[in-house]
């Protein structure tokens, strides 16, 4: 069974504290980072299948960390997290490489339901980078990466099972 890895950048440590046990219950695995700084540096070690990043942190704009985040090359979906609700901030969070803006206050069920989809349409492309235990899976590269860095090249027949095993797996750990 694998988890989905979320990266939630925020620095309200009341909303992460009550927040995360309910997104763990919901099957995902929760980082966070409480600086745009430290995030950065989290998502450019780590694979996540989802960011989770408020707009408003104490080092800087997470529209900014959204467009850096995007310029770095990194394709995992993004999904702002803020409380200003305005046409312009909405704008500005897509137009900065988003993938989803949610206003806070938020319902619990609908940010799962929203994170989800965000998953499941990124998983459905070929760029994506899947961790399937101790390996890194890259179906657009044809490559499975062992946790020492040796890889090995796959055949279609090959990227096919593993993407439909991975997704498989997906689908029973909801239930």
């Not at 770095?72 to 312009?88: A, C, E, K």
């Not at 897509?94 to 806070?104: F, N, P, Q």
């Not at 796959?154 to 096919?160: G, I, Q, W």
Request: hydrophobic share 35%; net charge negative; proline share 4%.
């Amino acid at each position: 069974m694998t988890s989905k890895r979320l990266l939630w950048i925020d620095d309200d440590q009341i909303l992460l504290q009550t927040t995360t046990p309910h997104l763990e219950a919901e099957g995902f695995h929760v980082v966070t980072e409480p600086t745009a700084a430290k995030g950065l540096v989290r998502c450019n070690k780590e694979n996540f299948s989802v960011i989770l990043l408020d707009v408003g942190l104490p080092d800087g704009n997470g529209c900014d960390v959204c467009s850096t985040i995007r310029k770095q090359g990194l394709n995992v979906p993004i999904v702002l997290l803020t409380g200003s609700d305005s046409d312009n901030d909405t704008i500005c969070g897509l137009e900065s490489g988003a993938s989803d803006y949610i206003t806070k206050p938020f319902r619990l069920a609908i940010l799962v339901a929203r994170l989800n989809a965000q998953i499941r349409q990124h998983e459905q492309h070929n760029d994506v980078v899947i961790t399937i235990g101790p390996y890194t899976f890259r179906p657009a590269d044809k490559l499975i990466i062992d946790s020492h860095g040796k890889r090995t090249r796959l055949s279609d027949k090959e990227v096919d099972i593993l993407r439909c095993l991975y997704l498989a797996g997906r689908t029973v750990s909801r239930e």
